[in-house]
């Protein structure tokens, strides 16, 4: 009964350690020094696109409706409402975007912007994607 009772134990103690340990809101960043702008880097180097007009109007996966004309985006795990500094590294532009939906659906890029955050870092609009550094401020 005794060697029952530790089994039990030790197993209600590992249970309790993995629970506390894992976590959904977890941001994981890099190990680099802050920016200017107090944030903490993301990426150094990420790859990003924007979403297509036939969007707009949708429900975006935390509930509100998608508008090209705001400045938001859609990260993949990122807590919805995380504030983010998006710098394109060709021309130092920056923007700051807030996180509201899921994605990008192509495994290759990081964010998808909403069409007005992308125009606005962007020094070419004849293309769709940018190379860019990204760093969480809030």
Not at 33 to 55: L, Q, R, T, W
Not at 56 to 69: E, L
Not at 92 to 121: W, Y
Request: aromatic share 8%.
């Amino acid at each position: 009964m005794k060697k029952h009772f530790k089994i039990f134990v030790f197993l209600i103690a590992l249970s309790a350690l993995i629970a506390s340990c894992s976590s959904s809101n977890v941001i994981r960043t890099t190990k680099s020094a802050p920016s200017n702008s107090s944030g903490k880097f993301f990426k150094k180097e990420a790859e990003v696109s924007y979403y297509a007009d036939k969007f707009n109007g949708r429900k975006t996966a935390d509930g509100t409706t998608f508008s090209n004309s705001k400045l938001t985006a859609a990260h993949r795990t990122l807590p919805f409402g995380t504030k983010l500094k998006v710098t394109n590294l060709a021309n130092n532009e920056s923007v700051v975007v807030e996180v509201n939906d899921r994605g990008p659906q192509k495994t290759s890029r990081e964010l998808d912007l909403s069409k007005r955050a992308f125009m606005e870092i962007t020094d070419n609009k004849n293309h769709g994607i940018l190379k860019v550094k990204i760093e969480i401020i809030k």
